[in-house]
């Protein structure tokens, strides 16, 4: 995972059959795998970045503060 700052990151498997959908947040950490075609479209779809970021713990108590 070297250079990568987060966001969604897509690939397939080594047969290439299955998508995997990586979630990672470095703000608060928070990480989900989604697989399959269907769930993945579906979770990509979602906007799962944005979504996330109006609920990020991190983003609640705000760069600055303390
Ligand atoms: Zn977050």
Request: hydrophobic content about 25%; some cysteine; charged content about 25%.
């Amino acid at each position: 995972m070297t250079g990568w700052v987060g966001g969604v990151q897509v690939r397939r498997t080594e047969r290439g059959q299955t998508p995997i959908a990586d979630f990672l947040c470095t703000a608060c950490g928070t990480y989900r795998r989604v697989t399959g075609r269907d769930k993945v479209r579906d979770f990509l779809r979602a906007n799962p970045i944005t979504d996330h970021r109006a609920h990020c713990p991190a983003n609640q108590k705000g760069p600055t503060s303390t």
